[in-house]
């Protein structure tokens, strides 16, 4: 059996008498799509922000294909291959959509001053194409992002986490006030990307409170009650667990 790609061992972040996780452990093994749920206020947040490394746990570890990655910052993490969607939409309005896929991978190659100085491809055209034509975006990619539906943009948002072909990407609500009709095709898209790397497939970990998409999407899946892990499991283990049943999924 391979090694995880991501081992994170009870880790803990309390905010005064909060305590948003308090001794979350889990393993993420390579080419695994991991789901977080949860209800409002579990944690799933507070444990997404620490393995981005844009808060510090206040104990516990995260591993990253076997090193201790607990105490690096964003920028570092992203070289290492982390990337990730946020919550809210993060394109750059008056920029193209090409264009904001190019700013995505060119975050990951370098520094700022680096940029400036960068040819204004850097030779990530062909990458941002094959993805424009793959997330069916091809008709609006020279149309600045700010003026697309709200659906199209979070397509360009999750396009852009996958310039930089990382191993592992975090997604933060990825149907969050996303179109019905649109939730199956997000979902066939994560699945195709998922499946597309070959030997050096990614893995993703996603908090989504759309049910049908973490059940359909998802190879296994956390549960998170006030910082706490209430099962992990397979879909149909969760689906079927009386105690996550009582606390969440029936309501
Ligand atoms: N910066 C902060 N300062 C103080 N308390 C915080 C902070 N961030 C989160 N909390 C608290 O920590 C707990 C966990 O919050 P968190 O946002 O991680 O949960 P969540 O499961 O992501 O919720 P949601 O599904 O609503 O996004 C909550 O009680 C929240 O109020």
């Known amino acids: 059996m391979s090694a995880p790609l991501l081992k994170v ?21 390579p080419g695994e799509i991991f789901g977080v749920i949860g209800p409002n206020g579990s944690g799933k947040t507070t444990l997404f922000n620490s393995m981005l490394g844009q808060i510090k746990p206040d104990s516990g570890s995260i591993e990253l294909n076997g090193e201790d990655v607990s105490r690096l910052g964003p920028l570092e993490l992203n070289r ?30 370098g ?16 990458k941002a194409d094959a993805l424009i034509d793959q997330f069916r975006i091809r008709h609006v990619a020279d149309k600045k992002a700010g003026e697309l539906s709200y659906g199209q943009q979070k397509l360009v948002d999750i396009a852009m986490a996958f310039m930089s072909q990382p191993a592992l990407v975090l997604l933060d609500e990825p149907c969050a006030g996303v179109n019905p009709s649109l939730v199956g095709g997000i979902s066939t898209l994560l699945k195709q990307l998922n499946q ?6 990614s893995s993703f970990v996603v908090i989504e409170h759309n049910m049908d998409f973490v059940m359909d999407l998802c ?33």
Request: glycine share 14%; no cysteine.
């Open 196 to 201: 597309q790397q070959g030997a050096k497939k």
């Open 111 to 126: 520094t700022m001053f680096g940029r400036m100085f960068a040819p204004s491809d850097s030779g990530l055209g062909a």
């Open 219 to 251: 190879h296994r899946i956390m549960v998170m009650v006030e910082g706490q892990v209430m099962a992990i499991g397979t879909p149909a283990e969760i689906r079927g667990n009386k105690q996550v049943l009582d606390a969440y999924l029936g309501n």
């Open 9 to 29: 061992n009870n880790l803990k972040k309390a905010y005064g008498a909060i305590q948003a996780v308090g001794g979350v452990s889990f393993e993420v093994m």
């Open 80 to 109: 290492r291959g982390v990337g990730r969607t946020f919550q809210t939409l993060q394109v750059f309005g008056k920029m193209t959509v090409r264009d904001n896929l190019l700013v995505a991978a060119q975050e990951h190659q």
